[in-house]
């Protein structure tokens, strides 16, 4: 317990059903049977309401009001959630700020984003944490109709609880108009309206007509615009990369320099991390090339696929590259005279126009290099 003027525990609560381990930040807990388990952390972004709540071990609660819901393990909230009864958050489900739910499941590995409204739902699908169903941020379920009636939707079905079913997700900012039954391998477009069922692996874009397209999850058509943009982002962030090493770091005090090293990891952990996703797609290009052709189209994106598979290393090496160009003297110079007698915002402020314009030179430099080899395996 972080401190009793953080904390309130009212009178009814048994305090046998709050394990050991617990860790009660900021918590208003009431109700005769709440259970919080072990390792459980509440309360991490704000002020918890717990009431009548039954909380699972290693589960993470941030700011918001959980009322006659359960959350199971290692489920999590990022704050400001309105988990109301009916609620069923399984295992490693989690839900981004803002949300509200009432009489909801989110089934294994379930993630919902931010700002949803998400009320009368049973969510299924994927096979784990890494290969779940989800709900992009601003999606709205529509339950409410002008006559008062509320209605419920089935997206995917209780066979979900078996891990094996194709995953759904519903694009940001889209709204589910209920009732409607989404099958297993549903893609729902960000920004559509949704209003009628979607069969088994089809994508929607949810116009007025209910129109669906054939959505095959294992096909991949060009991939150009994805990778090469992707390669844009890697190649900035080692340009940033150089520019906290070769330039801030250079000229920092000890304490400045231990933040901006930490700041080089996470620009590395984010390039790391980019790469991975890239090598992610590649790794499935085997499987989309096993589908048979039907179109010309199709047959000219195969042979893109295979130039992407045949360059796998390559690309990897591509987007890790740190063998950055030098860094120009005369922007160096005078940066770090400048660092003498002033913050480092000012002291950018004051470089000269040589010295601007080739920093300027020497980020794009780096920043498309990567860009540009990529540019390449699809020209």
């Given at each position: 317990?972080w401190g ?12 046998d059903?709050i394990?050991?381990?617990?860790v ?8 005769a049977t ?6 459980a952390q509440?309360?991490?972004?704000g ?10 071990p ?6 918001g009001s959980?009322?006659n ?11 400001f959630?309105e ?6 958050l399984?295992e490693c489900?989690?839900i981004g700020h803002?949300?509200?739910l009432k ?7 379930a993630v ?10 049973l ?21 409410f109709?002008?006559?008062?009636d509320?209605?419920?939707s ?5 066979t ?13 900012n889209?709204?589910?108009v ?5 099958e297993?391998g549903?893609?729902?477009?960000a920004?559509?309206?949704?209003r009628?069922d979607v ?6 874009w949810?116009?007025p ?6 959505y ?10 994805k ?7 890697i190649?900035?962030?080692h340009?940033l ?5 070769n330039?801030r770091?250079a000229?920092a ?7 901006y090293?930490?700041?080089d ?13 890239l ?7 085997d499987?989309?090339?096993s ?7 199709d047959?000219?994106?195969e ?7 045949a360059?796998?290393?390559h690309?990897d090496s591509l ?7 030098d860094?120009p003297?005369v922007?160096?110079a005078e940066y ?9 915002v ?9 010295a ?5 030179r020497?980020l794009?430099e780096i ?6 080899q990529?540019?390449a395996?699809?020209?």
């Open positions: 317990m009793p003027e953080r904390v309130y525990i009212s009178e009814e609560v048994r305090l059903r394990a050991a381990g617990a009660l930040m900021n918590a208003t807990i009431t109700g709440t259970f919080i388990g072990a390792g509440i309360g991490t972004s002020s918890a309401r717990i009431h009548e709540a039954q909380i699972a290693s589960v993470v609660l941030g700011a959980y009322e819901c359960v959350l199971l393990s290692r489920s999590k909230t990022r704050g959630a988990l109301r009864q009916g609620t069923v399984e489900a989690e803002n949300v509200g009489n909801t499941v989110l089934m294994v590995g919902a984003g931010s700002s949803i409204n998400f009320c009368d739902v969510l299924a699908g994927g096979s784990s944490r890494s290969d779940h169903s989800e709900v992009g941020s601003g999606v709205v379920h529509f339950n109709d002008p006559r008062g509320k209605f419920g089935l997206m995917g079905d209780a979900g609880c078996l891990l094996q079913s194709r995953r759904i997700f519903l694009g940001g889209s709204g589910i209920a009732p409607v039954h989404l297993f549903t893609v729902v477009a920004g559509s309206i949704l009628r069969s088994e692996n089809q994508l929607s949810g116009d007509t209910g129109l669906s397209g054939e095959d999850l294992d096909r991949y058509f060009d991939l150009s615009r990778f090469c943009t992707t390669a844009k982002l190649g900035n962030l340009a990369r150089a520019w906290y090493r330039i770091q000229c005090e000890p304490d400045s320099r231990l933040l090293a930490a700041a990891q996470e620009f590395d952990r984010h390039i790391k991390r980019r790469t991975h996703e090598a992610k797609v590649v790794g499935k290009l499987k989309s090339l589908k048979p052709s039907r179109s010309e189209r047959r000219m994106f042979e893109q696929h295979r130039r992407l598979l360059n796998c290393e690309i987007l890790r590259c740190e063998d950055y160009a860094t003297a922007l160096l770090t005279e400048n660092r003498r007698v002033r913050e480092h000012e002291s950018v402020h004051n470089l000269s126009a040589e601007s314009a080739t920093a300027v020497w794009r920043a498309s290099l990567p860009y540009l990529m540019r395996l699809f020209s």
